[in-house]
């Protein structure tokens, strides 16, 4: 059961273009909302991170859309570079007395110059 | 500040062989996990340790083993490998402070069972 759907698998955008990968969850008990940034052989890191109660949090060129009765975000990056080349993956958790992440399948994305 | 690390980076394993992965985070978090990465299916948690002293099954943990040796290290031990065990393995830490945190990733084992 894929508690948490990423799409699109892979992504090739235009350097100064939009680059747009959605997630959605179905466990309403979820409450954070992290994206990891992943370059190859290394590990994920985190890039941006939402709480249901926000609709939107940018940070730089970065930033989630939130819609909380739709049970879907997504993470936009403005002004793509080939720097931003990597794998990225959306994730949800829920607190408790630990924190458990379920993450999507991860988007690879190609900036091209 | 070295994060997470993880030994060894690479390993090539025969069927039936067994050998445990080690990692290890000097940000003195109190939870630690173990995921492995497929092409196609994400991370997924094999297990994780909450805190010092326990360890708990995440969603793939067959044919894993795992302990929590003290708040730095926790190990990942395949005591009989499979090809299907083939993977990149991802130690993970998180503090616990009753509210989300982000997690510190390590930069992974990449691991052949042929």
């Known amino acids: 059961q894929q508690q948490v759907k990423q799409s699109p698998q892979s992504l090739i955008v235009q350097k100064g273009g939009i680059s747009i990968i959605n997630c959605a969850y179905e466990n309403t008990a979820f409450d954070y909302f992290p994206w990891y940034q992943q370059f190859p052989g290394k590990g994920p890191a985190l890039l941006i991170a939402?709480?249901?109660?926000?609709s939107e949090k940018k940070e730089g060129r970065f930033t989630i859309s939130f819609n909380k009765s739709a049970k879907q975000f997504s993470l936009h990056i403005m002004d793509s570079q080939p720097g931003d080349s990597a794998t990225y993956f959306c994730a949800a958790s829920r607190q408790g007395g630990y924190q458990k992440v379920t993450f999507g399948i991860g988007t690879k994305l190609q900036v091209i110059p | 500040n070295a994060g997470v690390t993880q030994t060894p980076k690479f390993q090539v394993l025969k069927t039936g062989q067994s050998m445990t992965l080690q990692c290890a985070q000097d940000m003195n978090h109190n939870s630690m996990y173990w995921y492995r990465q497929d092409p196609g299916m994400g991370l997924r948690l094999i297990y994780y340790s909450a805190s010092e002293g326990t360890t708990d099954k995440g969603e793939v943990p067959n044919g894993y083993n795992v302990s929590r040796l003290n708040k730095r290290e926790f190990s990942l031990r395949l005591e009989s490998a499979a090809p299907s065990q083939t993977s990149v393995y991802f130690c993970a830490s998180s503090e616990l402070r009753g509210a989300n945190s982000p997690l510190h990733f390590g930069n992974g084992t990449r691991l052949t069972v042929t």
């Open positions: 939402i709480r249901p109660d926000v």
